[in-house]
Structures are given as C-alpha cells and as structure tokens.
C-alpha cells in the first residue's frame, strides 16, 4: 500500500510563491517518476511537471520558467516550487508517483488559488 500526502497549497496573490511539498509512505520502492498534475474547474487534469529517478524533469509549456520539481530520493519526497503565480494557476494540484511494474498513485489534491 502507498500513501502521498501533500501540504503547501493555499491562497496567494499574483505574482506570489508557493511550495508543495508531497511526502510518500509505504511500499516506496521502484519508484521511477513523480510529478504535479493539476485540475482547475471544469478543464481536464494536466501534467504540471514530472521528474524522474535520476533527476530528469519535464514541464508543461505554461508552467516553464516559473515552477522548479524536485526529489528527495531518502524521504522520498517531491516538491513544487511555484514562482510568479498567475491567477490562471489557481486549481487543485495533485501528486502523482509511478512505480516500475505497480502503476500509478495519486494524492488526494490540495487547493492553491491565486487572487488578489
């Protein structure tokens, strides 16, 4: 069984900073990818970023620039620093891990809105 738990979102004003920040728990090994999707109302879920094992990331067009992924292989962990936030940032972000051979977990989401 895997756990994600996530913590960091919130409300911010534009051009603010947040950090997510999603703690895994269980049965962590194989773990090849992580990553943040996110889920505004009434849109599709979409990949915000991903990394993988051995550090290689990947990110949406929109997020580029302003939003850096990491890992921490030991606590097992990924974390989202998000930088000059825009209001068309505001949704639900959700953690999402892949293990080699056991497919995909997901977080139970965290609110991060961005308003003045």
């Known amino acids: 069984q895997v756990q994600l738990v996530e913590s960091g979102g919130g409300l911010v004003q534009p051009g603010g900073s947040l950090r997510l920040s999603c703690a895994v728990s269980?049965?962590?090994?194989?773990?090849?990818?992580m990553g943040w999707y996110r889920q505004a109302p009434g849109k599709e879920r979409e990949l915000v970023a991903s990394i993988a094992s051995v550090g290689v990331t990947n990110y949406a067009d929109s997020v580029k620039g302003r939003f850096t992924i990491s890992r921490d292989n030991v606590k097992n962990t990924v974390y989202l620093q998000m930088n000059s936030l825009k209001p068309e940032d505001t949704a639900v972000y959700y953690c999402w891990i892949l293990r080699l051979y056991a497919g995909d977990y997901w977080g139970q989401g965290t609110q991060v809105t961005v308003s003045s």
């Open positions: 269980g049965s962590t090994f194989s773990i090849n990818r």
